[in-house]
């Protein structure tokens, strides 16, 4: 039991109502959703779900990605 992020890949043909559909599972399962653009969803949830959401009708890949932190240089605006 991991709660882990995954990218979510849908078919082309999917409609909406499956969509939500499979939003409102995720969410049901515990999971958070980070963003969902075009037919890809990106949601973090715990990998012993993970068959229930590859099983969902419209799904097309289940796969886990990794975020690395990347130092951000801080920028300081010297005043004069």
């Known amino acids: 039991m991991v709660f882990e992020t995954y990218l ?7 409609s ?22 075009k037919r890809s969803i990106i949601a ?10 590859r099983k969902k009708p419209g799904v097309k ?3 886990g990605i990794n975020f690395k932190g990347r130092k951000v240089r801080k920028i300081v605006k010297r005043e004069s």
């Open 8 to 14: 979510i890949s849908l078919n082309d043909s999917i």
């Open 16 to 37: 909406p109502t499956e969509v939500e559909h499979i939003l409102k599972t995720l969410i049901s399962l515990g999971g958070n959703v980070n963003m969902v653009v």
């Open 44 to 53: 973090s949830f715990d990998s012993a779900h993970l068959d229930i959401i």
């Open 61 to 63: 890949l289940v796969g």
